[in-house]
């Protein structure tokens, strides 16, 4: 069984704080689709932000984040 390392967490914000608290993100290791993948999304739903982690144990990866406006996020609570 593998060791759990808080590295090994993209949602920790010490290792990883472009990772926002509060944000849908969806993760990919760094294939050649995935760029085909990244620039596709840029162009279609520009609320998505895509940027390159480095994970320590698992190299570059990219992650596609969208962080819902504070109305949202207020809906959200109050449901």
Do not use: C, W
């Not at 390392?5 to 926002?20: A, Q, S």
């Not at 998505?48 to 570059?60: L, P, Q, T, Y």
């Amino acid at each position: 069984m593998a060791e759990v390392h808080p590295e090994g967490n993209p949602h920790n914000d010490t290792h990883y704080p472009t990772v926002l608290a509060g944000s849908f993100n969806r993760i990919l290791q760094k294939q050649p689709y995935v760029t085909e993948v990244e620039e596709k999304i840029k162009d279609e739903i520009p609320e998505v932000r895509a940027f390159s982690i480095n994970h320590k144990r698992n190299g570059e990866h990219i992650v596609f984040q969208f962080k819902p406006s504070s109305e949202y996020q207020q809906t959200m609570t109050e449901f």
